[in-house]
Nanobody, 126 residues
Framework: QLQLAESGGGLVQPGGSLRLSCTASGQALDLYIVGWFRQAPGKEREGVSCISRVGGTTYYADFVKGRFTISRDNDQGMVWLEMNDLRPDDTAVYYC???????????????????RGRGTLVAVSS
């Protein structure tokens, strides 16, 4: 069974950058669509960005378009989220999640996933 582990979170000032990593194990990553989701304190979980099995299709929520970039390397079993121009309202726990039988945009919009990592905290504050 696929297992996911996030890393790369931390405290950053507004306008700064972070790169989140998601390491997959237990099963071939190319069987799965993968996405990043986040949940801020007191708020609902929301889809940030998702990427298709071989990376040809990506989806970004409107609130991160032009600032975040998702990428993957199936041979390495890795998915990344490059985050630039971070804002205080980007503060949240970020989760790497995956699903086998799905489409990229619907998975991000509905949040229907099968596997989730433990999350990594991103805090944006001066």
């Amino acid at each position: 069974q696929l297992q996911l582990a996030e890393s790369g979170g931390g405290l950053v000032q507004p306008g700064g950058s972070l790169r989140l990593s998601c390491t997959a194990s237990g099963q071939a990553l190319d069987l799965y669509i993968v996405g990043w989701f986040r949940q801020a304190p007191g708020k609902e979980r929301e889809g940030v960005s998702c990427i298709s099995r071989v990376g040809g299709t990506t989806y970004y929520a409107d609130f991160v378009k032009g600032r975040f970039t998702i990428s993957r390397d199936n041979d390495q079993g890795m998915v990344w989220l490059e985050m630039n121009d971070l804002r205080p309202d980007d503060t949240a726990v970020y989760y790497c999640e995956a699903r086998q039988l799905a489409s990229t945009q619907p998975m991000c919009e509905t949040g229907a996933t099968d596997v989730r990592g433990r999350g990594t905290l991103v805090a944006v504050s001066s």
